[in-house]
Protein backbone atom coordinates (compact mmCIF):
# COMPACT_ATOMS: atom_id res chain seq x y z
CA UNK A 1 0.00 0.00 0.00
CA UNK A 2 1.32 3.30 -1.02
CA UNK A 3 -0.07 6.95 -0.24
CA UNK A 4 1.84 9.57 -1.86
CA UNK A 5 0.72 13.31 -0.25
CA UNK A 6 1.58 16.53 -1.89
CA UNK A 7 0.51 19.72 -2.78
CA UNK A 8 2.63 21.58 0.29
CA UNK A 9 4.34 24.96 -0.08
CA UNK A 10 4.66 28.25 1.76
CA UNK A 11 1.69 30.53 1.95
CA UNK A 12 0.55 33.88 3.32
CA UNK A 13 -1.75 34.00 6.38
CA UNK A 14 -5.43 34.10 5.27
CA UNK A 15 -4.20 32.48 1.74
CA UNK A 16 -5.14 28.31 0.55
CA UNK A 17 -3.18 25.02 -0.36
CA UNK A 18 -5.20 22.43 -1.51
CA UNK A 19 -3.41 18.87 -0.46
CA UNK A 20 -3.69 15.53 -2.40
CA UNK A 21 -3.19 12.19 -1.58
CA UNK A 22 -2.65 9.48 -4.06
CA UNK A 23 -3.28 6.10 -3.22
CA UNK A 24 -2.91 2.77 -4.32
CA UNK A 25 -2.13 -1.22 -3.56
CA UNK A 26 -5.64 -1.33 -1.35
CA UNK A 27 -9.19 -1.19 -2.70
CA UNK A 28 -9.40 2.91 -2.21
CA UNK A 29 -13.53 2.40 -2.64
CA UNK A 30 -13.98 0.39 0.31
CA UNK A 31 -11.06 2.70 2.30
CA UNK A 32 -11.85 5.30 4.85
CA UNK A 33 -8.87 8.13 4.41
CA UNK A 34 -8.16 10.54 6.85
CA UNK A 35 -5.49 13.52 7.22
CA UNK A 36 -3.44 13.96 10.04
CA UNK A 37 -0.70 16.85 11.33
CA UNK A 38 2.42 17.55 12.88
CA UNK A 39 3.79 20.56 14.37
CA UNK A 40 7.29 20.91 15.07
CA UNK A 41 7.66 19.92 18.71
CA UNK A 42 4.13 18.47 18.92
CA UNK A 43 2.50 15.51 19.19
CA UNK A 44 0.91 13.99 15.48
CA UNK A 45 -2.92 15.13 15.76
CA UNK A 46 -6.53 14.04 13.73
CA UNK A 47 -7.52 17.09 10.93
CA UNK A 48 -10.28 15.30 9.20
CA UNK A 49 -11.25 12.02 7.45
CA UNK A 50 -13.86 10.75 5.15
CA UNK A 51 -15.70 7.35 4.85
CA UNK A 52 -15.48 5.31 1.72
CA UNK A 53 -18.95 7.09 0.03
CA UNK A 54 -18.46 10.42 1.01
CA UNK A 55 -20.95 10.74 3.45
CA UNK A 56 -19.20 11.03 6.60
CA UNK A 57 -16.76 13.91 7.41
CA UNK A 58 -14.46 14.48 10.44
CA UNK A 59 -13.15 17.22 11.43
CA UNK A 60 -10.88 18.94 14.25
CA UNK A 61 -12.67 21.33 16.09
CA UNK A 62 -9.87 24.15 14.84
CA UNK A 63 -10.36 23.53 11.05
CA UNK A 64 -13.47 23.20 10.89
CA UNK A 65 -15.14 25.82 8.38
CA UNK A 66 -12.02 26.32 6.99
CA UNK A 67 -10.93 22.61 5.52
CA UNK A 68 -12.81 20.26 3.30
CA UNK A 69 -11.99 17.11 2.77
CA UNK A 70 -12.99 15.32 -0.64
CA UNK A 71 -12.31 11.95 -2.43
CA UNK A 72 -12.25 10.83 -6.18
CA UNK A 73 -13.03 7.05 -5.80
CA UNK A 74 -12.48 7.28 -9.72
CA UNK A 75 -8.65 8.85 -8.98
CA UNK A 76 -8.33 7.03 -6.02
CA UNK A 77 -7.18 10.52 -4.45
CA UNK A 78 -8.41 11.79 -1.90
CA UNK A 79 -8.21 16.18 -1.04
CA UNK A 80 -7.37 18.86 1.50
CA UNK A 81 -8.91 22.19 1.17
CA UNK A 82 -7.77 24.46 3.52
CA UNK A 83 -8.36 27.95 3.24
CA UNK A 84 -8.08 30.90 5.63
CA UNK A 85 -4.77 29.73 6.76
CA UNK A 86 -2.94 30.60 10.02
CA UNK A 87 0.25 30.36 11.44
CA UNK A 88 -0.64 27.71 13.48
CA UNK A 89 -1.90 25.57 10.81
CA UNK A 90 1.83 25.10 9.87
CA UNK A 91 3.05 21.84 10.32
CA UNK A 92 3.60 17.99 7.88
CA UNK A 93 0.56 17.07 7.22
CA UNK A 94 0.07 12.90 6.42
CA UNK A 95 -2.06 10.97 4.93
CA UNK A 96 -3.97 7.82 6.11
CA UNK A 97 -5.96 4.91 5.29
CA UNK A 98 -7.43 1.81 6.69
CA UNK A 99 -9.15 -1.24 5.35
CA UNK A 100 -12.50 -0.31 6.50
CA UNK A 101 -15.16 2.05 5.08
CA UNK A 102 -16.18 3.69 8.05
CA UNK A 103 -13.79 6.68 8.85
CA UNK A 104 -13.37 6.33 12.49
CA UNK A 105 -10.76 4.02 14.07
CA UNK A 106 -7.17 3.35 13.56
CA UNK A 107 -5.84 4.01 10.48
CA UNK A 108 -2.88 1.50 9.42
CA UNK A 109 -1.52 2.83 5.85
CA UNK A 110 0.77 6.35 6.18
CA UNK A 111 2.39 7.83 3.59
CA UNK A 112 5.29 10.18 3.84
CA UNK A 113 4.36 14.08 4.57
CA UNK A 114 3.87 16.95 2.97
CA UNK A 115 5.23 20.19 4.07
CA UNK A 116 2.70 23.50 5.03
CA UNK A 117 4.13 26.73 6.33
CA UNK A 118 1.57 29.41 7.11
CA UNK A 119 3.75 32.72 7.51
CA UNK A 120 2.08 35.76 9.56
Known amino acids: VQLQAYGGGLVQAGGSLRLSCAVSGLTFGNSAIAWFRQAPGKEREFVAS????????YYTDSVKGRFTISRDNAKNTVYLQMNSLKPEDTAVYFCAARSSRVASGPYEYWGQGTEVTVSS
Open 50 to 57: ISWDTIST
